[in-house]
């Protein structure tokens, strides 16, 4: 449906477009042809347990044998390729193919959901344009948890490299962590604060997120880049305090003079690794939360056709083009 939709042209514009839009039009309804031949038509040979449904896939294959001397024939004469000899009557072959598959697509969909046990919606719901605005949407609040599922999946199997194992050099030593390991723990640091955390904060203005969902990503999305940033902070904070305290207690016994920096780098240290270990215990609690998360969003997903307690009438508005909904 949504293949045809790109194509589905008034009758006048399809006998008067340009060549180069003929045959995009031309390539469309062929792959359609070839979808309904090749995948739909299989899936209607197996009977159904269930009376209506079965009485609805019935209807629908018995439209679809039709096809073949009405639509898929005199398309069939075409080459993939045609000359230009050909374009007119590939036009009016056109105009009557694409209106008929549009229609029994429309139809032959509407008819199987209303029919199928699990929905109590009309046949009028999923004819309604606010039908494939609603699946359209389940599927992009799907897409987008799946992502992140992956991209904490990623962040998760080098935590302990990046992360953890220099909070153990931290505690074990009671000192600052080496250049090389601060260095590898900024860039991880960083990939959370401009790659983990604006996700987060975009998933949010997705529709169909329950506000329990809302408020776990929320307090994520904030909590993690902020913490992030006191760590780093932190890190050249206690650089810089060291290194005065090193230039000051000179005049100094080397003993009193190094026990006293060594007891401010162990505070400063202490402080730091109650910062890494909050970002650790948020990236394991997203990762003990977001599969969960995915699974209900699937369930959602697969139960959006069921019938709602209390119906809510929607004006039928054209539902504004996806990337432009999802670029605000």
């Not at 197996?46 to 009485?55: H, M, R, V």
């Not at 790659?195 to 809302?214: K, N, Q, S, T, V």
């Not at 000051?248 to 505070?267: H, M, N, W």
Request: with cysteine; proline share 5%; charged share 35%.
């Amino acid at each position: 449906m949504r293949r045809l939709e790109g194509v589905l042209e008034s009758n006048f514009a399809i006998l008067h477009c340009s060549p180069t839009r003929l045959l995009e039009i031309w390539e469309t309804v062929r792959q359609v042809c070839r979808i309904l031949r090749t995948d739909v038509t299989p899936l209607m040979d197996q009977p159904s347990a269930l009376p209506e449904l079965d009485q609805a896939v019935t209807n629908a294959r018995d439209k679809l044998s039709f096809f073949g001397s009405e639509v898929f024939e005199p398309l069939d004469r075409f080459d993939e390729h045609p000359g230009e000899l050909e374009f007119e009557d590939l036009r009016r072959a056109l105009c009557v193919a694409i209106g008929k598959l549009h229609g029994f697509l429309v139809d032959t969909l509407g008819e199987i959901l209303a029919a199928d046990p699990r929905s109590r919606h009309d046949v009028d719901y999923f004819l309604a344009r606010k039908f494939p605005r609603d699946v359209e949407e389940a599927e992009w609040l799907q897409t987008s948890v799946n992502r992140l599922d992956d991209d904490l999946r990623r962040f998760n199997s080098v935590r302990h490299s990046s992360l953890g194992s220099v909070i153990d050099e931290i505690r074990s030593t009671g000192r600052l962590p080496t250049r090389e390991s601060w260095l590898r723990l900024v860039a991880y640091l960083d990939e959370i604060e401009t790659g983990l955390a604006p996700r987060l904060m975009g998933i949010m203005g997705l529709r169909g997120i329950r506000i329990d969902e809302l408020d776990v990503l929320q307090a994520h999305g904030v909590q993690l880049p902020e913490t992030c940033r006191r760590a780093v902070e932190l890190y050249e904070t206690a650089g810089d305090v060291l290194e005065a305290m090193a230039g000051s207690l000179r005049q100094v016994d080397d003993e009193t003079a190094r026990a006293s920096i060594e007891g401010v780098e162990r505070v400063l240290c202490s402080r730091m690794t109650t910062c890494l270990q909050e970002v650790e215990d948020e990236l394991r609690d997203l990762a003990a939360f977001v599969p969960l998360w995915l699974r209900s969003v699937d369930q959602r997903r697969a139960l959006m056709l069921r019938v709602r307690e209390e119906p809510i009438d929607e004006p039928e508005e054209e539902p504004e083009p996806m990337r432009e909904r999802r670029a605000t």
